[in-house]
């Protein structure tokens, strides 16, 4: 979808994919401790706004100007505050080893620039830095097929595989790689089951 698509979604008055965080994001971050954290394509900023909660300091980016406006009525409704800029993350750059997390949520970037997307985002991270990745796997449009309310990309090349993961993230201290069928109960775009890739992983020091 593009930025007029996303925006058109988010102005909604309800929250997309919810006010919650993701489950498997709130499972794994509040094992580590709380430093700074980038979250890309973060979109309404449930898991961007409970990251301010627990203490990280936030740092996101999106498409989407109603996105951040959601964002941030929730970080003030929660009584947090978070960095937000809007734009492509073509146009958006930061410096290297500058991060201690990055929290990858449902971020589908199109095709032709997952790669190196990935790739920069990889040179963002400090050494030793964490990613907590799930995303829909390629293995995931026969679940759409089945029962559209669940969501995802329509595009097999825009969903993720293992193998992926690996080469965008090479050499890390893997804590949690996995292609898993879950239930998802996220807001009203994403509704029933469906097949993600999940990752948590450090980068070497
Ligand atoms: C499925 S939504 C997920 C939003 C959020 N991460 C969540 O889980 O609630 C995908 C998000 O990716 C954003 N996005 C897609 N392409 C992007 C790009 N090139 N640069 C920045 N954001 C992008 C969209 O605007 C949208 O908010």
Redesign the pocket.
Known sequence: MN?ER?DGRYREESYA?GEKP?QFFSTWLPKFEPKSILM?????G??GVYAATLGWQVTA????SE?KAKALQLANRKQVSLNYTV????EIEFEENSFDAIGL??????AD?KEVFHQRLHTYLKPGGLVIFEAFSKNHLPYKKANPSVGGPGNIDVAFSIAEIEAYFPNYEVLLLEEVVVDLNEGLYHVGQGSVVRFVGKKSS
């Open positions: 930025k996303w994919y993701n890309p394509a973060d979109g309404e449930r898991n980016f999106d498409l989407s996105g734009g492509d993350f073509t949520i449902y971020a589908h970037f199109p620039k």
